[in-house]
Structures are given as structure tokens and as C-alpha cells.
């Protein structure tokens, strides 16, 4: 297995673990995300390769902030059903973490939904703290 940037041809393959991670996703509509977020310095997406195909991905901003010093923030992450268990998302967070301290972030932060308890198990045996419970809101805007 190797981690990587992702790219382009990664497409299909990361529409079918977004959709396994729980938000159903077109080729076209990751093809469409993914085109706004490569290229930008504060972003990386990874994959891990086995063989050519991506079996996980993980996608990490960082945040520069006045409240706080830079943090980073693990936006998604997720490996395949059937390679779970195996050290693959381990090997994503420390690629991302070594990016994070790269771009002179101190901190890494996740935002996981209550009811992934597996995945916080996972950050919790990754070095990851609970540090608050939060409410989330959202507008939809024109």
C-alpha cells in the first residue's frame, strides 16, 4: 500500500467510499468536488493505493485562525468496508499530520457524528482527545 495525492483517475473508485461512508456520491459529483479543492495549498486529499486502486482517502485543511493558532482539520476520511481493521486510516492520519506540521499547524482536529462510535474509537486510539460536544447548524444560501 502507498499513500499518495490524489488524482483524477481516483475519481470512481472515491465516489463508491463516499457513498460507503454514508453520502451517496456520483463520479460526477466527486469529479466536480475534488476539481475545487486540488491545487489549493491549504487543502490535501490522499489516497492509499493498493494496486493501483484507492482503498481509503483522507482530506485535510488547514485553518489559520485569530481565536487560536493554526490547526488542522480532518474533513473526511474513510477506507473501504472490506480493508478496515488493517492500518490504513492509521497510515492516512499520520501522512496527514506529517502535512499538518508541514504547513506549521500545531493541532489536528476531527468533527465526528455521535453515532460513529467505531470511528471514535479509531481517533481515540490514534491520540486524538474528545475536547467538546457541539451543535452543528446549517443555512442553505442561493
Keep these: 500500500m502507498t499513500i499518495r495525492p490524489m488524482h483524477a483517475g481516483d475519481i470512481d473508485r472515491v465516489a463508491i467510499l463516499v457513498t460507503q461512508l ?3 456520491a456520483t463520479p460526477l459529483e466527486i469529479s466536480r468536488r475534488f476539481e475545487r479543492i ?3 495549498d491549504h487543502h490535501i486529499l ?9 482503498i481509503g482517502w483522507i482530506h485535510v485543511a ?7 493558532d493554526a490547526s488542522a482539520e480532518i ?9 478496515r481493521g ?8 499520520t501522512a496527514s499530520e ?15 457524528r455521535i ?3 467505531r470511528a471514535h474509537t479509531f481517533y481515540e486510539r490514534n491520540g486524538f482527545e474528545r475536547i467538546k460536544t457541539q451543535h452543528c447548524f446549517q443555512k442553505t444560501i442561493a
Excluded at 488493517?86 to 492516512?92: N, R
Excluded at 506540521?101 to 468533527?111: D, F, N, S, T
Design 75 to 83: 474533513l473526511g476520511l474513510v477506507v473501504a468496508d472490506d480493508q
Design 38 to 40: 486540488d491545487g489549493r
Design 86 to 93: 488493517q492500518g490504513i486510516g492509521a497510515a492516512l492520519r
Design 46 to 54: 490522499l489516497v492509499a493505493d493498493a494496486g493501483q486502486e484507492a
Design 62 to 68: 488547514a485553518h489559520p485562525s485569530l481565536e487560536c
Design 115 to 117: 453515532a460513529r462510535e
Design 22 to 24: 454514508g453520502y451517496p
Design 98 to 112: 506529517s502535512w499538518a506540521a508541514a504547513y506549521g499547524c500545531g493541532i489536528l482536529r476531527v468533527r465526528s
